[in-house]
């Protein structure tokens, strides 16, 4: 029996060609783009601190995601079951967290009166979905892909009880490197054979960046809806660095106190 820390003992391989470019690491285009992933993902944060918005546990949640790009990397080098799991868990364990400090409360159970209770309660959940990713790991991308459609529903829900049009627009774009990303992740997945007939099995390295594209403006997007709710005292703004007009931008949550009514 292989050690679970050895390369290619995964239950999954993606349609990129293993070892082609290097001898040490399995899938190249896959490890690259889990860097490019790694960097695109702590960009809104960064910005969200330097506008001076600090949230509750914006340190915390960049320090899942720089842990969920340096898994991702790992993983795909080695193919390695162990690699897998530390790549799927830590997303998992990224979503826990975000969804713990930044799920609305208003869209809490009945049963949950407080958000001390609502972190049990995703703890307890995450822990047992911990546990069942051990059982077949092969089903564990399925089921973290399903989240992302609880986060579009949350989305057009907020969407419906908002006027801002940049607000709008962000949402609209998330949806788009959503789709897109979500398209080339199946492509690679379930039609790999077509895909290494025309000789171009890199979709699943396609998918890391645009899923990276895709919560990009979803981090700042989560965080408006958060000072909404939790910071009434303040009016957030979304904003476009360098500039709105730039083709390539990142986005970011900015904080404006209203005036003081005597």
């Known amino acids: ?27 190249y285009y896959n490890t690259v783009n889990g860097t490019t992933l790694l960097s695109l993902l702590l960009a809104p944060l960064n910005f969200l601190l330097l506008e001076g918005a600090v949230l509750q546990l914006s340190c915390q949640v960049g320090l899942s995601l720089l842990l969920a790009g340096i898994f991702s990397v790992y993983f795909h080098m080695t193919l390695s079951y162990v690699g897998q799991l530390l790549d799927e868990l830590s997303i998992l364990w ?7 400090f930044w799920y609305p409360k208003i869209y ?4 949950i009166k407080s958000r001390k209770h ?16 051990f059982i077949k790991p092969a089903f564990n991308a399925y089921g973290l892909n399903c989240i992302a459609f609880h ?16 607000v709008h627009r962000m949402a609209a774009v998330m949806v788009v490197w959503w789709v897109l990303a979500i398209s080339s992740w199946i492509s690679d997945r379930w039609f790999c054979g077509l895909w290494q ?22 981090c700042p997007l989560v965080m408006y809806f958060d000072v909404v709710y939790e910071l009434p005292s303040f009016k957030p703004k979304l904003g476009y660095w360098p500039s709105d007009s730039w083709p390539v931008v990142v986005p970011y949550v900015a904080l404006e106190e209203p005036h003081k009514q005597c």
């Not at 029996?1 to 899938?27: H, L, T």
């Not at 809490?108 to 049963?111: A, E, S």
């Not at 986060?151 to 940049?166: A, S, V």
């Open 1 to 27: 029996m292989p050690s679970i820390f050895s390369y290619q003992s995964a239950e999954v391989d993606w349609c990129e060609g293993n070892f082609e470019r290097s001898k040490v690491i399995a899938e």
């Open 94 to 100: 990224t979503l826990a967290v975000a969804y713990s």
């Open 108 to 111: 809490f159970p009945r049963c």
């Open 118 to 133: 609502f972190f049990w309660l995703t703890g307890v959940t995450t822990v047992i979905s911990t546990l069942m990713s």
């Open 151 to 166: 986060l579009l529903y949350l989305t057009w829900r907020e969407l419906k009880k908002c006027n801002d049009k940049r």
């Open 197 to 218: 007939a025309i000789s171009f099995p890199y979709l699943h390295s396609f998918w890391h960046v645009l899923i990276a594209m895709s919560l990009l403006y979803c």
